[in-house]
């Protein structure tokens, strides 16, 4: 039975190319790896050598892609608090920095408005949706503390990703 | 310097939840993480390392309008036995190209979003570049097609996949960075 391996890339119209290659170009930092005849299209990749494109920019007049989220992979803390600072700093507006136990995240909205996040993936396993607001200028040791002290709670799925550190409670059980 | 990893996940509004969850779960194969009761749900391909690639969310007034939405699939028989599966799902129209980079199979899925499975080929070629393609030709066939495609001039150099010599550097530098 075939079926999908991984989410390759994502495609968004845009209005104002240039600018909107300086933010995930210069920015985010994501290298430009191809661009079509007077950049009507522009292909950006967060690890060239392995995937061609993760973001298409495509001009168009008039379409307007209004995605729930497009959401980046950082390394490390100090690279998401790094790049919260950057993002600031471009004049982007911030939405919200939050722990969803199994991430960092932090939204804000791009350029032209598309809600973005930059996330750093904590590799324990929680279950989800959820978010509780944080402050990205408290010591590492301090985030990482609200990680481990999150509460157990029950989850619509059993467990897949991460580590179990038995936060996951079966949905049967918190009903019973 | 901080810069991003790699592109995690993305997030698409819907009006019809079951039937979008029954076609990116039985037809595309995600697992379904989280979520649910109403509320959005979560989905991967690969859900032991990452929690959600793939976010629907009930949002009957909103459509997405994404350019694309592209998912990876593992070997050239995986993406025409895909492509198959879709037809008998009741998708009727499709357009087949040989990127170079990759042979992408597009379709609208059931709530009009633009979707793309494709298979890498693992060689580099300039973008954009895209020519119809026959994928129930043999894998053979389709894989010397690609062997032979002619070389053509590129905005930038070479990143991905194996340089099988086909990208030309341009006569005039395009790349403003």
């Known amino acids: ?176 | 310097m901080s810069k991003v990893s790699s592109l995690g996940h993305v997030g698409i509004s819907v009006t019809d939840m079951d039937k979008m969850l029954d076609f990116y779960t039985r037809i595309l194969g995600l697992t379904v993480t989280d979520g649910g009761e109403g509320r959005g749900v979560f989905l991967s391909a690969s859900p032991e390392t990452e929690h959600h690639e793939f976010l629907i969310s009930p949002q009957p007034d909103r459509h997405t309008n994404a350019q694309q939405i592209s998912f990876k699939i593992e070997s050239l028989d995986e993406l025409r036995e895909m492509y198959h599966d879709l037809r008998d799902y009741g998708i009727d129209t499709f357009r087949i190209t040989n990127h170079g980079v990759a042979i992408g199979c597009y379709f609208r899925d059931p709530e009009n979003n633009h979707v793309e499975v494709y298979w890498s080929t693992g060689m580099d070629y300039p973008q954009p570049h895209g020519e119809p393609i026959d994928l129930d030709l043999s894998t053979p066939e389709l894989v010397s097609i690609i062997e032979n495609m002619t070389p053509k001039e590129g905005s930038g150099p070479k990143y991905y996949g194996r340089d099988a010599g086909k990208r030309l550097l341009a006569s005039v530098p395009k790349m403003a960075r």
């Open chain 1, 1 to 176: 039975m075939a079926k999908v391996s991984g989410l390759g890339h994502f495609g968004i119209f845009v209005r104002d190319m240039p600018k909107m290659v300086d933010f995930y170009s210069g920015v985010l930092g994501l290298t430009v790896t191809d661009r079509g005849p007077e950049d009507r299209i522009v292909f950006l990749s967060g690890h060239p050598e392995t995937e061609h494109h993760e973001i298409a920019l495509a001009k168009s007049p008039d379409q307007k892609t209004d995605a729930g989220q497009v959401s980046f992979h950082i390394d490390s803390l100090a690279d998401l608090k790094d790049m919260h600072k950057k993002i600031a700093a471009s004049g982007c507006e911030i939405d919200r920095v939050v722990n969803h136990g199994i991430a960092f995240g932090c939204y804000f909205r791009d350029p032209e408005d598309n809600r973005v996040e930059v996330y750093w993936s904590t590799g324990v396993d929680y279950p989800q949706p959820y978010a509780d607001p944080i402050d990205l200028s408290a010591s590492d040791d301090a985030l990482m503390k609200l990680i481990e002290d999150l509460p157990a709670r029950a989850g619509t799925g059993p467990h897949y990703y991460g580590k179990d550190v038995g936060k996951r409670l079966p949905r049967e059980a918190v009903k019973a």
